[in-house]
């Protein structure tokens, strides 16, 4: 009689934690990079409140009644910190790699690009700089990844816009890596040098 | 008896702890489910004079305060008329629509798992005509590049992210889309494989932005198709120029044939449910050798 009593008690308790255990499992499945854990994520979201304003025939309303419009850009350095930053570096030494993990997911069905940006030069408080060309970038594929990278081998860093990568025709959700590696200049002057970098994600 | 209160204690205990530790996984996995972005591509049709106004809802799906900045930005194609783009300063391009657009806010802070609406208004003057462009950014800072040393060196890189709302606006009762093709021209193919080669360009002589489908069929003298396939997808602004190509995989038996080109301009107008076409069609006769040796191919008609 008392085991019924505690089994009534427990079991429901127990079914919702394993629903809740599930759930985690799923939310992981879905969410996390394959490679390594996520140490910051970020990102935007739009949605259309009234595509069928007057005058306006938007690309998404055919689709309204179907799943909710997924298009997500995620960047996740994979520094601890979680930035691209290179520490400790000297003239002689060995080149420094930072990694970024860019993952995009998209349900429009509609080929989109991923953009780079380095907004600034890479410099100091006294306007001494790196020159970017000591800093390489290359897109890296993971397994499974669809679409096509557009830096394959190592390429100096340069300011304003390169495109990193296009989606395949269907638009497929994707990620992949780029790598950055840093060679310390021969004259370095010991500082903090900083700039800044902007991805863009668009359609087609 | 006593065994029994035991073990009920011990499967309570262990129950609140199994949902204690779930409850915080599926915490964990909600702070880090990433947001969505969806009405990516806005086409608007509007007359001189209109004014066409709509809403956009920023949401922010994750345990942080995000904040966000909004900003137009004018956009073109690359080279290559792949449909690759290249964002560029507002009101620098000659078809921007950015003076044409206004929105409000223009910097918003959405909280935890809320959401935000954005206006936006599209004014067309009159006496306007053809098509402008511009692409609404919403941006957000993922990580600052901070840890300032004492002595040695460090480079780090604030990293922001964006996502585009592409503007396109047509002068409703003044766009009109057509294009020519030209220059045909069918020889080897430089793929591994062999085949044939088929390129030919495409010049946009209409006043909107176009963005083709396109395919091919090389029929016998019997009227049998022998080959089949499709081109590239272009994409080009008014005045645009770009080049489509495609491929003949098979060994074509010697003989003369009559190639069948087609292209769709409207599948950007198709993709906003506003209408399909106009297409293209335009053939030409190609006399063929052994080995897929091109012997001749006439102009396109």
Redesign the interface.
């Known amino acids: 009689m008392t085991m019924l009593k505690a089994y009534r008690i427990n079991i429901p308790i127990l079914i919702l934690a394993a629903v809740m255990v599930f759930s985690r499992c799923s939310f992981a499945a879905d969410t996390l990079p394959d490679d390594n854990a996520a140490p910051e994520a970020s990102a935007v979201a739009i949605e259309e409140v009234s595509p069928a304003a007057a005058g306006i025939a938007d690309s998404n309303s055919n689709k309204s009644a179907q799943a909710e419009h997924v298009f997500e850009l995620s960047v996740i350095a994979q520094n601890q910190p979680s930035s691209v930053n290179f520490v400790n570096f000297n003239p002689g030494d060995s080149p420094q790699s930072n990694e970024v993990l860019v993952e995009i997911k998209s349900n429009l069905g509609r080929q989109y690009q991923v953009l780079q940006n380095v907004t600034s030069r890479l410099a100091n408080i006294d306007g001494q700089r790196i020159p970017l060309k000591n800093i390489t970038a290359q897109t890296l594929p993971l397994s499974g990844t669809k679409g096509f990278l557009k830096i394959p081998d190592k390429t100096p860093l340069k300011r304003g816009h390169v495109l990193l990568y296009i989606s395949d025709l269907e638009g497929s959700s994707d990620k992949f890596k780029i790598n950055y590696e840093l060679t310390a200049p021969e004259n370095l002057i010991p500082g903090n040098y900083l700039s800044g970098i902007l991805y863009t994600l668009s359609e087609i | ?1 006593i065994k ?2 035991i ?2 204690i011990k ?2 205990v262990i ?2 702890s ?2 204690f ?3 915080l ?2 915490s ?3 702070a ?15 007359g001189p004079g ?1 004014t ?11 345990a ?1 305060s ?1 904040n ?1 900045n909004l900003y137009l930005e004018d ?1 073109h194609y ?1 080279h290559g008329s ?6 560029v300063s507002p009101n620098s391009m000659p078809y921007s629509a950015c003076p044409w657009i206004s929105f409000t806010p223009r910097n918003i802070q959405v909280p935890p798992f809320g ?1 935000q ?1 954005v206006s936006y208004s599209v004014n067309i003057p009159a006496g306007a005509e053809g098509a402008r462009y511009a ?1 609404l ?13 004492k ?16 503007f396109y606006v047509e002068v409703q009762g003044t766009v009109f889309r057509s294009g020519q093709l030209n220059n045909l021209k069918v020889e080897p193919s430089q793929a591994v494989g062999g085949g044939l080669d088929i390129n030919l360009d495409f010049a946009n002589t209409g006043n909107t932005d176009i963005a083709t489908l396109g395919e091919f069929i090389l029929k016998n003298k019997e009227g049998a198709v022998v080959a089949r396939g499709v081109f590239n ?1 272009l ?1 080009a602004f008014q005045h645009g120029k770009g080049a489509l190509s495609s491929t003949i995989k098979e060994m074509i038996p010697p003989g003369v044939y009559g190639l069948k080109i087609t292209v769709d301009l409207g599948k950007a107008t198709a ?4 209408g399909n076409g106009p297409v293209i069609t335009k053939e030409a006769v190609v006399t063929i050798g052994e080995n897929n040796r091109v012997i001749e191919f006439g102009e396109l008609s």
Request: aromatic share 8%; hydrophobic share 45%; proline share 3%.
């Open positions: 008896m029994n209160n073990l009920c499967l309570r129950s609140i199994l949902c530790v779930a409850g996984l599926v964990a996995a909600q880090d489910k990433l947001p969505y972005v969806s009405q990516s591509k806005i086409r608007i049709l509007a209109e066409v106004s709509g809403e956009i809802t920023i949401e922010n799906p994750t942080e995000k966000i956009w690359l792949s449909g690759a783009k290249e964002f959401k609406k692409s950014f919403f941006e957000t800072m993922v990580s600052k590049g901070v840890p300032l040393l002595s040695g060196s460090y480079a780090g890189f604030d990293i922001n992210i964006r996502v585009a709302t592409l997808n994409y993709e906003a449910g506003m």
